[in-house]
């Protein structure tokens, strides 16, 4: 689907939109490699791929907990993900996750993202005239 950053004073703010919670969450996924990453395109034999499960209150606090687990993933393991397929039931979540090895020739320097911001994260149902779609404002803080 897709996702665009918006103006804020200090952070990182992204409209992020799917056309199902999955989407919205692997859109909103995408927005955050874009920051942490000039060239986030794992390919060739290096590919890792990983399994994250990520259980929480409410859709929007899942949201907030799946990006923060997939930035402690990045971090710990010095990976640059790239891919995410989730999978949502109720308010868990599972996850396929790939990447590979962080190599600053290949990938580049972006900028370091200390934490997802809880503040005024909703997701909204929208209908327009071409379908249903789901959105959150995001703010990532650097």
Do not use: W
């Not at 874009?34 to 929480?56: H, L, P, Q, R, Y």
């Not at 891919?83 to 996850?95: D, E, F, W």
């Not at 020739?105 to 149902?125: A, D, F, P, Q």
């Amino acid at each position: 689907m897709s996702f665009e950053e918006l103006d804020h004073t200090a952070d990182y703010l992204f409209r992020c939109r799917g056309r199902s919670p999955e989407e919205l969450f692997s859109e909103s996924a995408r927005a955050m490699f874009s920051i942490m990453f000039e060239n986030n395109d794992a390919t060739g034999d290096a590919c890792v791929t990983k399994e994250i499960e990520v259980e929480s209150d409410s859709l929007s606090n899942l949201l907030i907990d799946f990006l923060s687990e997939l930035l402690f993933v990045a971090e710990v393991d010095c990976l640059v993900l790239s891919g995410v397929k989730p999978r949502i039931t109720g308010n868990s979540l599972k996850a396929e996750v790939t990447g590979e090895p962080f190599v600053l020739e290949k990938h580049g320097g972006g900028t370091e993202i200390k934490g997802i911001s809880r503040s005024g994260v909703e997701i909204e149902k929208i209908s327009e005239d071409d379908g249903i779609y789901y959105q959150a404002e995001i703010i990532f803080d650097v």
